[in-house]
Nanobody
């Protein structure tokens, strides 16, 4: 019904940068909030950053000043620019979207995840 496809993960050295993208497609009437979450091995999935339909943003304390979330509503796409990456940022990053579908249902949907590894 609605699919999220993430891209942009990979291996980067400490202090480096990556940009994640997440494109939504399918039976979309509108998208409310979109966000990025991450899950490290043996840990729970935590929010990294979220952006509302009005482009208000919120960040986890651990990434404030280093990560920037943005969206292109025309393309149903959300981005996460990650700078000054640290080894503790290593995790699988998941995209989430709150979608109002063409059948007038409101759903929360997830992408498949993309691996980010920060290591020298």
């Amino acid at each position: 019904q609605v699919q999220l496809v993430e891209s942009g993960g990979g291996l980067v050295q400490p202090g480096g940068s990556l940009r994640l993208s997440c494109a939504a497609s399918g039976s979309i009437l509108s998208i409310n909030a979109m966000g990025w979450y991450r899950q490290a091995p043996g840990k729970q999935r935590d929010v990294v950053a979220r952006i509302t339909g009005g482009s208000s943003t919120d960040y986890a304390d651990s990434v404030k000043g280093r990560f920037t979330i943005s969206r292109d509503s025309a393309k149903n796409t959300v981005y996460l620019q990650m700078n000054s990456l640290k080894p503790e940022d290593t995790a699988v990053y998941y995209c989430n979207a709150e979608v109002r579908t063409t059948s007038r249902a409101t759903i929360s949907t997830w992408g498949q995840g993309t691996q980010v590894t920060v290591s020298s």
